[in-house]
């Protein structure tokens, strides 16, 4: 198992290098602190595994998908601090593999690494309480259709989302906009495929990163069906 650790803090690579080098069998031939610096040695060296916390200086979410174009077997264990649901829905379609975060126990950032060189995803437990407040599955998330090309939207189609981000049932929509029950099922199909979503959380999502509903409407609303 090689591995490269990508992060700017000097501090947290010796205490990742130190832990998992006396934990597991690994080789680390490589520490990056910037995208630069990983590239290089992605290239120089190759690595299974990347552990990378995309938000200290020097990387950005859009890290991971640049390294993923042109290292495709690489798999990414996203190391980082606090971060919201969102964050970490975009970084799994970003391409990250696994998350723990840094005040994570020890131990589970080892199973990380261990798990993620097996082709399995681990999350630690404050990963999964904040996926699971936000009442997303992971499962369920459309990873393959996930696209940076633009999303076109009617106006209707936007009502209709943010109505859906607030919890209304295809028959309340139906009686707030004047329109027929099948007529809002089809724009509901239509926005989920647009969208590349297979759910109602997929919907909501989009609303809360495009900031059409309040962030707070969805982490406290109902579970959404």
Not at 63 to 84: D, E, M, N, Y
Not at 90 to 104: E, F, M, N, Q
Not at 161 to 179: R, S
């Amino acid at each position: 198992m090689n591995l490269i650790l990508a992060d700017s803090n000097d501090l947290i690579r010796l205490g990742l290098r130190t832990v998992l080098t006396a934990e597991l069998n690994v080789a680390i031939v490589g520490e990056a602190r910037n995208e630069k610096e990983l590239m290089a040695q992605l290239a120089a060296f190759g690595a299974s595994i990347v552990l990378i916390d995309f938000t200290s200086e020097g990387f950005t979410i859009d890290t991971i998908q640049r390294v993923s174009t042109k290292f495709k077997t690489v798999k990414f264990l996203a190391v980082t601090g606090a971060q919201s649901a969102q964050t970490l829905v975009d970084a799994l379609r970003s391409g990250v593999t696994s998350y723990v975060k840094k005040d994570c126990e020890l131990s589970e950032i080892v199973n990380a690494v261990s798990e993620t060189s097996r082709g399995n995803k681990f999350f630690c437990g404050q990963i999964l309480e904040t996926i699971q407040r936000a009442n997303i599955d992971v499962n369920d998330l459309d990873f393959e259709s996930f696209s940076c090309e633009p999303v076109i939207l009617s106006e209707r189609e936007n009502e209709i989302i943010v109505l859906i981000a607030e919890g209304q049932t295809n028959e309340l929509i139906a009686e707030h906009l004047f329109l027929s029950k099948h007529t809002v099922n089809t724009h509901r199909k239509n926005i989920m495929a647009k969208l590349g979503v297979k759910n109602t959380a997929g919907i909501v999502m989009y609303a809360v990163k495009t900031e059409l509903i309040s962030p707070n409407k969805f982490l406290f609303a109902p579970s959404l069906n």
